[in-house]
């Protein structure tokens, strides 16, 4: 039997404990530049006096739980770097842990850099200079239906739809017979209007000439009102369908990649991000490069939705369960 080959200083150069940690959906509060510290999310952890005894240090990638049970479920050691961490959680080997993490991470297909500047391994949507921006749209399309019948099936209430200006559009142009969405800029101002099409018309989504989805953040200017937790999602139907559940502070990246634009209003306006990308194949894959990029500044959490499902087509109890801790 042949055995997988394994690179373990490569694992433990790529695979920082914060992407372990998203990828666990773990938060933790960020102390200074260098340490996070939060409830040990070993299942070993069984001290309840010692709640927020789990430490991370960020530039030396290691970790420590200075509870009892924890040092005694490990022979007296508090902690380690993150083959041991995901070792723990999993209860298994140093080398399975270091194969589930090169699994998860794609270890030798990304760039082995810890920081800011890791930006491997995830797709770019369009990268542009800082100063280029979006236009000011010239006009609001008039007489948008609200309370079209497609927005109803796709569970999308009139006073949800309203509060987003989308509906059906049944007047002249190119937007003409589609549900459209109006797209605002950090500040609120309209630079777009999307059209989704009501049947099997190509292109699904159309967009204007000249729109750059990678520098803006959909619903950006609404959300920065609602708190520093953010919750991240793909699409238009995927943030009014959160937002509906009651959780306002959402966002939609128009795709399943990040721009450095994107990255950069999240990092500005949030503290914590909670990642629900769809959960097929593309958004599963998605969820930790994204995760991987934001770690190193905010802290970060990847929501699982289940396989095969997009959040607009969860309930708005699941959504609240999902993203709302403590909710169930």
């Known amino acids: 039997m042949i055995r997988r080959w394994v690179d373990f200083r490569a694992v433990k ?54 509870s009892s049970s924890c040092a005694a479920a490990r022979g007296g050691r508090l902690g380690g770097n993150v083959l041991d961490f995901v070792a723990s959680m999993e209860k298994c080997s140093i080398r399975a842990a270091a194969l589930q993490l090169q699994d998860w991470f794609g270890v030798g297909a990304i ?33 948008i239906d609200f309370r079209h019948s497609y927005l109803a099936e796709r569970g999308i209430s009139p006073e949800t739809a309203q509060h987003f200006g989308t509906g059906f559009f049944p007047g002249k142009g190119c937007m003409q017979g589609r549900i459209v969405v109006p797209i605002h800029d950090e500040d609120g101002i309209l630079v777009a209007y999307a ?30 009102r609602h708190g520093k937790c953010v919750v991240v999602v793909e699409g238009f139907f995927d943030c009014f369908k959160v937002h509906q559940a009651g959780l306002p502070c959402v966002v939609a990246l128009m795709g399943c990649s990040i721009s450095h634009r994107q990255e950069d209003f999240l990092e500005r306006h949030f503290n914590d991000v909670m990642l629900l990308l769809d959960g097929d194949n593309a958004g599963r894959t998605a969820s930790v490069t994204v995760a991987a990029r934001l770690v190193h500044k905010l802290s970060t959490k990847v929501v699982s939705v289940p396989d095969g499902s997009q959040p607009d087509q969860l309930s708005e109890d699941q959504l609240r369960c999902l993203c709302v801790p403590g909710y169930f």
């Open 13 to 66: 150069a790529c695979v920082s404990m914060e992407m372990a940690l998203a990828r666990y959906g773990v938060m933790l509060r960020r102390l200074g530049r260098c340490y996070l510290r939060g409830r040990c999310p070993l299942p070993t952890h069984a001290s309840k006096s010692s709640a927020q005894s789990f430490i991370v240090n960020t530039q030396k990638n290691a970790w420590a739980c200075h």
């Open 111 to 143: 760039p082995c850099r810890l920081g800011r500047a890791s930006r491997g391994g995830t797709e770019i949507s369009c990268e542009l200079a800082d100063g280029e921006v979006n236009r000011p749209l010239p006009f609001t399309l008039p007489g």
């Open 195 to 224: 059209g989704r099409a009501l049947d099997q018309v190509e292109p699904k989504y159309r967009f204007p000439a000249g729109f750059r989805k990678s520098l803006v953040l959909f619903n950006l200017h609404r959300a920065v």
